[in-house]
């Protein structure tokens, strides 16, 4: 299997660990997924409040990126961190601590990464958005050439993926988003403005998918529902329990009630808390702050599923319960992707590694 090299960094191996928040995507899976050669990702979702509990003094949230970063590059190899767009108010302050801490690179979805570059010059970092279609990598193209960058990668999320979805709700299912057949103009494009490499994700699980999307094109993949369970993954031990007995049938994707985020995201249904939502037992209370919509004057005020608590149900609270964070408090939500069925008991990363890799 060949390396990959982005910007300044050379990868063992074309594998790059999906950033899964809350609480999964710490250090602990990321520096594992880096000494084995791939591109360890830490999720700065909730960080300073994950970090706050663990070490029981208040953290801020450039502090805990910094922090995190700095653990899980103790042992060498390649971390990135994974910074959502629709978590506008620590948007900024985690990237500015990325760059700060010079990790290798910052991938950024959950929204199209527009205004990226400008926040504070990148230096080695390299800067990869997440997109769902050439139309939307056009766009971040045309928007971050007139900031004076260009795409160091990108990483084609395919609607198979867990979590946020980049598709409306009908179009999920069509023929055309199949991620083999999103890729070829979504390569295209990266030829276009600089031919820098194409990572595809979603629905990957074993070493025959790896080769199949790269035979097709794609110069790497990331994989994050295969992480999801793993020894070294924060997730609590009842959603790594769930993922393992998870079948196919329990796999599907929330939508009016969903994600205040306004997209797509995938889940198991029998997650706690969305039970709870259906049964009507749960109104939106936003408590944590990090999706929030803002007013005329660019404050952040009033949470989105507040205002729309008819489509929309408070998510957080019930991730950070998942990565183990307020479950004597909280009923936790699971999110994974279209693949999870496959996963049939807990490893370590370096036996991930072994069975992609052999």
């Not at 199209?112 to 970092?125: E, H, Y």
Request: with cysteine.
């Amino acid at each position: 299997m060949q390396s990959l090299k982005i910007k300044n960094f050379l990868m063992k191996y074309p594998i790059i660990q999906g950033g899964m928040g809350i609480g999964v995507s710490l250090h602990e899976l990321a520096r594992a997924v880096a000494i084995e050669g791939g591109m360890g990702v830490i999720s700065s979702a909730a960080l300073g409040r994950i970090l706050t509990r663990r070490y029981g003094e208040k953290i801020d949230t450039y502090t805990a990126v910094r922090k995190e970063i700095e653990l899980a590059k103790s042992y060498g190899g390649v971390v990135g961190v994974n910074i959502m767009v629709a978590l506008q108010k620590d948007y900024e302050a985690s990237v500015k601590a990325a760059i700060d801490s010079d990790v290798d690179a910052i991938i950024s979805g959950g929204g199209l990464p527009l205004s990226l570059p400008s926040i504070k010059k990148v230096g080695n970092t390299a800067l990869i958005p997440i997109v769902s279609s050439s139309r939307s990598l056009e766009l971040i193209c045309k928007k971050w050439e007139k900031q004076g960058y260009r795409p160091d990668a990108c990483i084609l999320e395919g609607p198979l993926a867990g979590g946020h979805l980049g598709f409306k709700i009908e179009d999920i299912e069509k023929e055309e988003n199949r991620l083999e057949n999103l890729l070829p103009s979504v390569k295209d494009t990266a030829q276009k403005y600089g031919n820098f490499p194409v990572i595809v994700a979603g629905g990957i699980y074993n070493k025959e998918d790896i080769i199949r999307m790269m035979g097709l094109g794609a110069d790497g993949v990331q994989m994050g529902t295969r992480f999801l369970a793993s020894s070294e993954s924060g997730a609590s031990m009842e959603y790594k329990k769930a993922v393992v007995n998870a079948k196919k049938e329990d796999i599907i994707i929330a939508h009016k009630p969903g994600s205040p985020c306004g997209l797509p995201f995938r889940i198991l249904k029998h997650s706690p808390m969305y039970l709870s939502t259906l049964k009507g037992l749960r109104r939106p209370r936003c408590n944590m702050g990090y999706v929030l919509s803002k007013d005329f004057e660019g404050n952040f005020t009033k949470c989105i599923a507040k205002e729309n608590h008819f489509e929309a149900f408070c998510i957080c609270n019930g991730l950070l319960s998942s990565g183990g964070y307020n479950s004597d408090k909280e009923e936790p939500l699971y999110t994974v992707g279209a693949v999870a069925e496959k996963i049939s008991k807990i490893q370590s990363v370096k036996e991930i590694f072994n069975e992609l890799t052999a």
